[in-house]
């Protein structure tokens, strides 16, 4: 699975919208760009996850470059309760298979006053 | 509510003791999933299933050891052989398939004094 790289930490004022990056240089066709996050002492919580369009929930928005090799998560509106580690992960999508995930050490959002 | 239920949430157990944590799905998922969270980083895989009565390892597996007997049961086995048991371990559960998303647990935290 191709490596991802994400900056260490962020902060975000609360009712902004936050936009975090990811470079993920080595993607190959078949691989999916996912996002989960997790908040301190909790279970990651999946966010969204593309291929090759951008991505939008009631959650966030994922923007995929058109060479794929690097997005976008955002927030459009960032409250305090969205303070967590945020994982960009890159996995290969194959039928029939686990989907096993390589969690790097992610971006650390502050979200302030 | 549909969900993954690991407990217990903190656990103590003397070095040298085996201790077995549960983690229990009924999303109906057939492959399962343990990772390992140490401070300040990602998860690591230890084992993963993707069907009953089979299970693979992940990239940290020695020291550790599964069952999977039931589809909505997934127990990791800490050895006295894993030589620094302390740690975040989570579970966690997916469909197989292409572009599929896993769900986690709330995570046992264990403490071997």
């Known amino acids: 699975d191709a490596k991802t790289t994400q900056p260490p930490s962020m902060d975000c004022a609360e009712g902004r919208a936050a936009n975090l990056p990811c470079n993920h240089s080595?993607?190959?066709?078949?691989?999916?760009v996912y996002w989960y996050r997790q908040i301190h002492s909790q279970g990651p919580q999946y966010i969204i996850h593309g291929l090759k369009n951008n991505e939008t929930n009631e959650m966030a928005s994922l923007i995929i470059t058109e060479d794929r090799k690097s997005s976008t998560l955002i927030l459009p509106h960032a409250t305090l309760r969205d303070t967590a580690v945020y994982y960009c992960i890159v996995r290969v999508g194959i039928t029939g298979t686990a989907s096993k995930l390589t969690f790097g050490t992610g971006t650390r959002l502050q979200v302030t006053l | 509510d549909g969900g993954i239920t690991q407990s217990p949430k903190y656990l103590f157990r003397k070095e040298g003791q085996n201790v077995t944590l549960s983690c229990e799905q009924n999303?109906?998922?057939?492959?399962m999933y343990w990772y390992r969270q140490d401070p300040g980083q990602g998860l690591r895989l230890i084992y993963y299933?993707?069907?009953?009565?089979?299970?693979q390892k992940g990239d940290i597996a020695e020291g550790y050891s599964v069952s999977r007997e039931k589809k909505e049961s997934f127990p990791l086995t800490v050895t006295s052989a894993q030589k620094n048991p302390t740690a975040f371990y989570l579970c966690a559960s997916s469909i197989v398939g292409v572009g599929t998303e896993a769900f986690f647990g709330q995570g046992t935290r264990l403490t071997v004094v």
């Open positions: 999303l109906n998922h057939d492959a």
């Open positions: 299933s993707q069907i009953v009565n089979d299970f």
């Open positions: 080595t993607i190959s066709g078949n691989e999916y």
